[in-house]
């Protein structure tokens, strides 16, 4: 009878102790798991961060090479003219006022965007886009003939949804909107000198 006693609570013990080393270990691979996606999301947002500042050097070589930007205060005002209701056209921007649009409301204005060439990009899954706002220096009236401009370049990044099947087991797309703020030491510098930089998302 006490054998059969100490049996009957050895078993719901022995049950007891496979019941929490099941959650133990259910815990574990859980914490794991998160700890997996937020490693993903970082090593996402550094990479995407990284392509986005090599879209920023592109922009600027873009506004200091191609004929369609302005280079006096005349050719922005033309600028401006052209452009009517539309804030950008292919990523040139000339709004007559200062505007702090979110990431979600650079995004809606895709379609006034300056898109990268895929071969520009380092992977084949990334899309990138960039806007340039020509603003009128304050200081151009400066003796030291400054710019007569102050460039605010938007770079937005995103990852491409995925294609087949198989790829929907991966994290999520993930967009990384970046802006930056630069101009020229004088008229004539070939050398930038950056202001000012952030994250909009």
Not at 58 to 81: F, G
Not at 82 to 94: D, K, N, T, V, Y
Not at 167 to 187: C, F, G, N, Y
Request: proline share 5%.
């Amino acid at each position: 009878m006490g054998k059969s006693k100490r049996y009957g609570f050895a078993l719901p013990a022995v049950l007891g102790v496979l019941a929490l080393t099941s959650l133990a270990c259910a815990t574990v691979w859980r914490m794991q798991w998160v700890n997996q996606q937020l490693l993903n999301a970082q090593f996402h947002q550094i990479r995407n961060q990284q392509i986005a500042e090599g879209v920023m050097a592109l922009a600027v070589t873009d506004a200091q090479t191609r004929a369609v930007y302005p280079s006096t205060a005349q050719d922005r005002d033309k600028l401006q003219l052209r452009l009517g209701a539309a804030m950008c056209q292919a990523g040139i921007c000339a709004p007559k006022t200062l505007v702090n649009l979110n990431a979600e409301q650079w995004r809606n204005l895709i379609g006034q965007s300056q898109q990268v060439n895929v071969a520009d990009l380092p992977i084949k899954d990334i899309t990138a886009f960039y806007w340039v706002e020509v603003w009128l220096n304050a200081s151009a009236s400066q003796p030291v003939q400054a710019s007569p401009f102050v460039y605010r370049i938007t770079v937005l990044v995103q990852e491409n949804p995925p294609t087949s099947a198989s790829e929907l087991s991966k994290p999520q797309p993930h967009t990384l909107v970046m802006q930056a703020i630069w101009s020229r030491a004088t008229e004539t510098s070939p050398s930038i000198q950056w202001h000012s930089w952030k994250l909009l998302a």
